[in-house]
């Protein structure tokens, strides 16, 4: 399975953006990137995917580098509420039998 | 809103016991999944099940057994509960035809094992 690398930890101030990169060098040209989020005492939850071009959802950007081998989570505007281990996912296809492999994410702190 | 609800959130059993953990979800989603989360280790994969009386292994299922009588309700079982077992384990769910495309998770159960 091809594997992610993220940071350990990152800091940013509240209401700025923040920019949490993934390197995954092996990525094949089937693999989606996917990102889950968990917040303290909650299971993760499911924040953007992408396969090749950029996405925008309600919580994020997903900017995805032309030759695939890194991406950026955006979060646009960063509060409180966004303290939470970010975790950067390849999964091979889409079909029900992929597994998903969580890392160890990177720990965001948000500074008041 | 979309729920995945675990039966405990906290729970302590010995060594030895026999332990159930009961996921539900009201989503009406085929695949359920069965992690555990350990510090340093991230998150694991124990069993999934992609339809009722379905299970698939994970990456360490050994230990462990699962039941998916109803599509709703996914269980995991450990037969006789030993100290290593002791972990958060998070249940999730999520509807076909992707795996892992937007899994919804429960809010976990810690389970201790004296």
């Known amino acids: 399975d091809a594997k992610t690398t993220q940071p350990n930890s990152m800091e940013s101030n509240e209401e700025e953006p923040v920019h949490l990169p993934c390197n995954h060098s092996?990525?094949?040209?089937?693999?989606?990137i996917h990102w889950y989020r968990q917040l303290p005492s909650q299971g993760p939850e499911y924040v953007i995917h992408?396969?090749?071009s950029n996405v925008n959802n309600r919580m994020a950007s997903l900017a995805i580098a032309e030759d695939r081998k890194s991406s950026t989570l955006i979060l646009h505007r960063a509060t409180l509420r966004d303290a939470a281990v970010y975790y950067c996912?390849?999964?091979?296809?889409?079909?029900?039998?992929?597994?998903?492999?969580f890392g160890k994410g990177t720990r965001l702190h948000i500074l008041p | 809103d979309v729920k995945v609800t675990q039966s405990s959130r906290y729970l302590v059993k010995r060594t030895g016991e026999k332990v159930f953990l009961e996921c539900v979800q009201d989503?009406?989603?085929?695949?359920m999944f069965w992690y555990r989360q350990d510090p340093g280790l991230g998150l694991r994969l124990i069993y999934f099940?992609?339809?009722?009386?379905?299970?698939e292994k994970g990456d360490i299922p050994e230990g462990y057994s699962v039941s998916r009588e109803k599509k709703e309700r996914f269980s995991l079982i450990l037969e006789s509960a030993s100290t290593n077992q002791t972990s958060m384990y998070l249940c999730?769910?999520?509807?076909?035809?992707?795996?892992?495309?937007?899994?919804?998770f429960g809010p976990g159960t810690r389970l201790t094992v004296t």
């Open positions: 099940s992609y339809d009722v009386k379905m299970k």
């Open positions: 999730a769910s999520s509807s076909p035809p992707t795996g892992i495309y937007e899994q919804y």
């Open positions: 992408g396969l090749t």
């Open positions: 092996t990525i094949s040209g089937t693999d989606y």
């Open positions: 989503m009406d989603h085929e695949n």
């Open positions: 996912i390849l999964s091979r296809t889409m079909n029900r039998d992929d597994k998903i492999i």
